[in-house]
């Protein structure tokens, strides 16, 4: 069974820095990708980030974009998530997610999205 587990969530100021770890377990066949999304109150979880297993394509959302970078070891079976100067805005729950499969799953073309419990990030203005 795929786990995921984040940590580095916490609350910062205005203008600070966090970084964001997951560290996935158990046995997968295939990753197709993992990202980072988030959930505020009241509003819908939304991609902020993601990266291909190879680590060769990135893609951001536009809100993030030049403040926050997704990394990926994939030796350490983690993906990261540096975030600089952050805003009250990204306050959320942050969720690390994988697009993965096992050798049945990966055969026929379907891919399953896993999820961590989610890791909370306040910024105080």
């Known amino acids: 069974q795929v786990k995921l587990v984040e940590s580095g969530g916490g609350l910062v100021q205005a203008g600070g820095s966090l970084r964001l770890s997951c560290v996935r377990s158990?046995?997968?066949?295939?990753?197709?990708?993992m990202g980072w999304y988030r959930q505020a109150p009241g509003k819908q979880r939304e991609l902020v980030a993601s990266?291909?297993?190879?680590?060769?394509?990135?893609n951001y959302a536009d809100s993030v974009k030049g403040r926050f970078t997704i990394s990926r070891d994939n030796a350490q079976k983690a993906v990261y998530l540096e975030m600089n100067n952050l805003k009250p805005e990204d306050t959320a729950v942050y969720y690390c997610?994988?697009?993965?499969?096992?050798?049945?799953?990966?055969?026929?073309?379907?891919?399953?999205?896993?999820w961590g419990p989610g890791t909370q990030v306040t910024v105080s203005s």
């Open positions: 990266i291909t297993s190879r680590g060769d394509s990135t």
């Open positions: 997610n994988t697009k993965a499969a096992q050798f049945r799953d990966y055969t026929r073309g379907n891919w399953s999205d896993y």
């Open positions: 158990g046995s997968i066949f295939a990753i197709n990708s």
